[in-house]
Antibody, heavy 116, light 111 residues
Framework: QVQLVQSGAEMKKPGASVKVSCKAS????????IHWLRQAPGQGPEWLGY????????SYAQRFQGRVIVTRDTSIRTVYMDLSRLRSDDTAVYYC?????????WGQGTLVAVSS | QSALTQPPSASGSPGQSVTISCTGS?????????VSWYQQYPGKAPKLIIH???KRPSGVPDRFSGSKSGNTASLTVSGLQAEDEADYYC???????????FGGGTKVTVL
């Protein structure tokens, strides 16, 4: 069965960077784009960007351009999301999701808490 | 403030129907047939229940249905059950600069 398993919760100080991983299994890794989204407490999800696992090509939401980088390691079927210059309002649960016609499978989520 | 507008809450008794609206613009909901709906329980990841306006993934009960008219999409839950009590989010493609837009969510309560 399709599974996306993310790394564990992180606590960071303002200005730091965080790297979250997402390991895929149960399907052909190169066939589906992997997207990153986040959800702040009490709010709807917000799209950050995606990667094409086959080519490594990426696209990011304009408001995160220059702060987010998504990479992949095809040998271990894992995608990474790196967010830099963290602020307190980056505190959220970060999700990876597979894109079929839509976001059909999601990871379990990774809490990133930013506080001084 | 979310890009798509949903009512914050909706409720109904068991067996009744509830309809949730999701209003966008001609640049997103009205411009594409890529509206999705997700169900989310507290502390869990969103689960896809409707895609491409009115398509149900395998395993999703036919009590869930979707539609769209102009810039507004709707999710209807018929024959409400206690397990339907959850948060529901709509999403739409928003073009190359806004790949995926979401609503702020609607909390459905089964009375």
């Amino acid at each position: 069965q399709v599974q996306l398993v993310q790394s564990g919760a992180e606590m960071k100080k303002p200005g730091a960077s965080v790297k979250v991983s997402c390991k895929a299994s149960g399907y052909t890794f190169s066939d589906y784009y992997i997207h990153w989204l986040r959800q702040a407490p009490g709010q709807g999800p917000e799209w950050l960007g995606y990667i094409n696992p086959k080519s490594g090509g990426t696209s990011y939401a304009q408001r995160f351009q220059g702060r987010v980088i998504v990479t992949r390691d095809t040998s271990i079927r894992t995608v990474y999301m790196d967010l830099s210059r963290l602020r307190s309002d980056d505190t959220a649960v970060y999700y990876c999701a597979r894109r079929g016609p839509t976001f059909d499978y999601w990871g379990q989520g990774t809490l990133v808490a930013v506080s001084s | 403030q979310s890009a798509l507008t949903q009512p914050p809450s909706a409720s109904g008794s068991p067996g009744q129907s509830v309809t949730i609206s999701c209003t966008g613009s001609s640049n997103d909901v009205g411009g594409y047939n890529y509206v999705s709906w997700y169900q989310q329980y507290p502390g869990k990841a969103p689960k896809l229940i409707i895609h491409e306006v009115d398509k149900r993934p395998s395993g999703v009960p036919d009590r869930f249905s979707g539609s769209k008219s102009g810039n507004t999409a709707s999710l209807t839950v018929s024959g409400l059950q206690a397990e339907d009590e959850a948060d529901y989010y709509c999403s739409s493609h928003g073009g190359s600069s806004n790949f995926a837009l979401f609503g702020g969510g609607t909390k459905v309560t089964v009375l």
